[in-house]
């Protein structure tokens, strides 16, 4: 009892009970510890999961334009293809228009049969997996290397034909020597000197004298002089075994070695050696024999 007359109680907690609370609050400040460990490993991991997510978006965009940029590259071989079909073609008209045949054995540019491989599919769903597209891209490449090669040398063959062609024609006699009258033709007729059948060799073109010869195709001159029947004369050798003679001349104007072309003026128009007037005798001679100067005039 105190002084002031109060009674105090004390009050005594068991052991067993303050242990308890003391382990409960340690169990306690371990499941908070716990709880927010677990939620900073929940957060990291929700982090790396956007990470993730963003990376393989990333990834799926980049799939899909790889697998567009593999339809345009289909696309570009089906035009490659259809281009080179169409060069084929055209250097196939080109040799029916220059009388020129097919090369043994190029026939076809895509193996036997030459059959042109059929147009690669460029409308695949993106999502969807591309490796038949792929795999039958890298054959049809193979295909078009083949093909274009093939190609470039019937080509390169072409050329070379169409320039010997070119050649051959240039070479050619095709115009007439001189403006004029023709007074005598090719072949059998009576002589106006001995007034027997002979063979006449070339053509006569009668016109004043002075008039100007020209070369009927290119060609080098081989000869230049003088005879007694001929009288003066020019002649001109034009390869592939094709000769024109320019006979009876007045002047000519080229000298042995010349390189001529087609219309360049080669002599002027006499009256020399056996002649009944002025006039030029032109004759065409191919490998040694006379042949009709008429067939080759296209003028």
């Known amino acids: 009892m105190s002084n002031t007359g109060s009674t ?7 052991l067993i009970l303050l242990r ?37 978006d990333a990834q799926e965009d980049l799939i899909t334009t790889q697998r567009r940029q593999i339809q345009t590259f289909a696309s570009e071989i089906n035009r490659l293809k259809s281009q080179l079909v169409a060069l084929n073609n055209f250097e196939e008209r080109i040799r029916i228009i ?10 076809n540019l895509f193996g036997v049969g030459g059959a042109r491989p059929e147009d690669l599919a460029t409308n695949l769903d993106l999502s969807k ?4 597209l792929l795999r ?11 093909a274009s090669e093939k190609q470039q040398a019937k080509m390169v063959s072409l050329l070379g034909k169409l320039e ?11 115009i007439r020597p001189a403006k004029g009258w023709v007074t005598s033709h090719f072949g059998y007729r009576r002589s106006p000197f001995t007034g027997r059948r002979e063979f006449h060799k ?5 016109n004043q004298i002075g008039t100007d010869i020209v070369v009927s195709a290119d060609g080098m001159v081989k ?54 007037g002025p006039h030029v005798h032109y004759a065409v001679y191919l490998n040694g024999v006379p042949v009709n100067p008429a067939k080759y005039i296209l003028n």
Do not use: W
């Open 223 to 276: 000869a230049v002089g003088s005879k007694r029947y001929l009288g003066k004369y020019v002649i001109i050798d034009h390869g592939h075994g094709m000769v024109t003679h320019y006979a009876h001349i007045d002047k000519a104007l080229v000298k042995r070695g010349d390189k001529v072309k087609r219309g360049d003026l080669i002599a002027k128009m006499g009256n020399t050696g056996r002649s009944t």
């Open 20 to 56: 308890f609370l003391v382990v409960l609050f340690v169990v306690g400040l371990a499941g908070v510890a716990y709880m927010a460990y677990d939620y900073r490993q929940i957060k990291a991991t929700a982090r790396q999961t956007r990470d993730l997510k963003t990376t393989l």
């Open 202 to 206: 070339g053509l006569d073109i009668a």
């Open 136 to 146: 039958e891209m890298h054959t049809q490449v193979e295909q078009l290397q083949t």
């Open 8 to 14: 105090t109680r004390k009050i005594s907690t068991p």
């Open 129 to 132: 997996r591309h490796t038949g």
């Open 98 to 107: 220059a009388n020129i045949g097919k090369e043994d054995g190029r026939d």
């Open 164 to 174: 010997g062609q070119k050649n051959l024609l240039a070479c050619t006699p095709a």
